[in-house]
């Protein structure tokens, strides 16, 4: 990943554990884009540097003393462009990603699994520094989808998945992604229901892409989509 072409994100990591804040601030310093802007082992020291340091992106734990990672949130989501949740408790991440969190992270941290919340980051800070956000139009069988002064006619069958990124979704087809400034329920609400299917809170499926149903993810043209529990019921009644 080249973090030249990148817009500078500026994060704090707020952790009431020393070793945990320490992989985050080394496994950053792969990514010249991001911008260490300190370290804090209390949410009330995080609420209080996050006040003057005024980050574009927030690390964070849940379990901490004096008030939890998702109190804090809740305090500072308006000020805060980005925020990921690194923790140990998995029962949490539904309030996460009400609290739109870019990513929730289950300890421990490697190596690997930040790079692909690098990745995440990496894409959202290139879709707030475009100029032109993508528009897409819904028609019979099809998406416009506009970018820049071009149109771009996009199949409906050709879609492999689409991605919630807060309040942009990311389109995967195999010859191309497209970012698009529209919400992942935005897109459910105008596809077909017999063609797509919601599989997680930030995930969607083609159906007609599924090559394997397994009890807690599908497999989609060779990527795997987690599937969230409310889901999974529903996908359990699906025949491939």
Do not use: W
């Not at 930030?202 to 060779?222: F, G």
């Amino acid at each position: 990943m080249n973090g030249s072409t990148v817009p500078h994100v500026r994060f704090i990591a707020i952790d009431d554990n020393p070793l945990d804040l320490l992989f985050i601030t080394e496994f950053a310093k792969a990514f010249p884009f991001l911008q260490n802007c300190g370290a804090f082992s209390s949410a009330l020291e995080g609420y209080e540097a996050q006040q003057y340091i005024k980050p574009d992106l927030v690390f964070l734990d849940i379990e901490m003393p004096g008030f939890t990672g998702l109190e804090l949130l809740r305090k500072i989501r308006a000020e805060v462009d980005m925020a990921v949740f690194i923790t140990s408790h998995p029962e949490f991440a539904i309030d996460g990603y009400e609290l739109s969190a870019l990513d929730y992270i289950l300890k421990p941290l490697t190596q690997g699994r930040f790079e692909a919340t690098a990745r995440r980051i990496r894409e959202y800070a290139l879709m707030k520094h475009r100029s032109e956000a993508y528009e897409v139009l819904f028609e019979k069988d099809v998406l416009m989808i506009k970018e820049g002064h071009n149109q771009v006619k996009l199949s409906q069958k050709d879609i492999i998945y689409l991605e919630a990124m807060q309040d942009y979704t990311k389109i995967i087809t195999p010859q191309k992604n497209y970012i698009t400034l529209s919400t992942l329920t935005c897109f459910m609400e105008q596809l077909p229901s017999d063609r797509f299917m919601r599989v997680h809170r930030s995930y969607a499926v083609s159906l007609n892409q599924i090559k394997e149903l397994r009890h807690s993810e599908v497999v989609c043209n060779n990527t795997i989509i987690p599937v969230g529990k409310t889901y999974r019921s529903a996908i359990a009644k699906l025949r491939l």
